[in-house]
């Protein structure tokens, strides 16, 4: 037989619970009160006595469903705020420690996770000129080199969906740029196809054959574009100029 709670341990707002009446078969309220609640239990009024006769009133919050349920994710425009916070003082991702890499990781997933944009190559959206913000590619941030001989301007990535162009553009100090065909593979996945080099912006070579790979969009919307490579580098790139065109 399970021994039955003494009731001198608990005590309820409205009165105690008698212990001639333990040993009975309890109706629910009394059954309530065992538990320390009163027969006109609110949720919010809760008084337990401890052992030396203090008795200390606290605020219990019931429900029938754990806490956790009742939790709603960040929506996506706090998402975006943790996500540019996390890589402002990063230097485009030169900086970044391998637990800055894995932070910046994890946001970028769970606004990949709430992508309302299921066919970027489809949407307006992704024409114009993007800001390189943030990435992994060792040889965009060129991390192997001295800090003076990196790229130290803006990096830009421009797209054209009508014509499936695209093109990359450094800044300060090189002024390099290249320009690419896209091959769609699915609706946010596409082959890349580098075609020209420019050298400090104004000498064009030819690219080696070799000068490909592929790209996925993982997450879009007006300002921000998350894409993953083939290599599994991330890049976050931001809106800066939507009316811009890659030159045919």
């Known amino acids: 037989m399970a021994a039955s709670v003494p009731a001198s341990l608990w005590t309820t707002v409205h009165g105690s619970v008698s212990s001639s009446r333990t040993n009975r078969a309890a109706p629910a309220t009394l059954r309530s009160a065992k538990l320390g609640f009163s027969q006109n239990f609110r949720p919010n009024d809760v008084e337990l006595q401890k052992g030396n006769g203090r008795v200390e009133k606290w605020r219990a919050n019931v429900s029938f469903f ?3 349920l009742q939790k709603k994710g960040k929506d996506k425009d706090a998402l975006k705020d943790e ?3 996390a890589i402002a ?7 970044a420690t391998e637990d800055d890499k894995q932070r910046v990781d994890e946001i970028a997933r769970e606004l990949e996770s709430v992508n309302t944009v299921k066919e970027p190559l489809k949407s307006d959206l992704l024409n114009g000129k993007w800001e390189l913000l943030y990435t992994t590619s060792r040889s965009i941030l060129a991390s192997q080199r001295p800090k003076f001989l ?3 301007g803006k990096i830009y990535q421009a797209i054209n969906v ?3 162009r695209a093109q990359n553009m450094e800044t300060w100090p090189y002024f390099n740029q290249v320009t690419a065909n896209l091959v769609p593979i699915n609706s946010k996945r596409v082959a890349v196809r580098f075609d020209t080099f420019k050298i400090l912006g104004l000498i064009p070579i030819k690219a080696p054959g070799r000068g490909r790979g592929e790209l ?3 997450y879009i919307d007006e300002d921000l574009r998350i894409s993953r490579g083939d290599k ?3 890049f976050i790139l931001k809106m800066v100029d939507p009316s811009y065109r ?3």
């Open 216 to 218: 996925e969009i993982t």
């Open 150 to 152: 990196r790229p130290n």
């Open 246 to 248: 890659v030159p045919v």
């Open 83 to 85: 996500l540019f916070e």
């Open 89 to 95: 003082p990063l230097d485009r991702g030169a900086e």
């Open 66 to 68: 754990p806490s956790f």
């Open 162 to 164: 009508d014509t499936l």
């Open 232 to 234: 599994g580098n991330l």
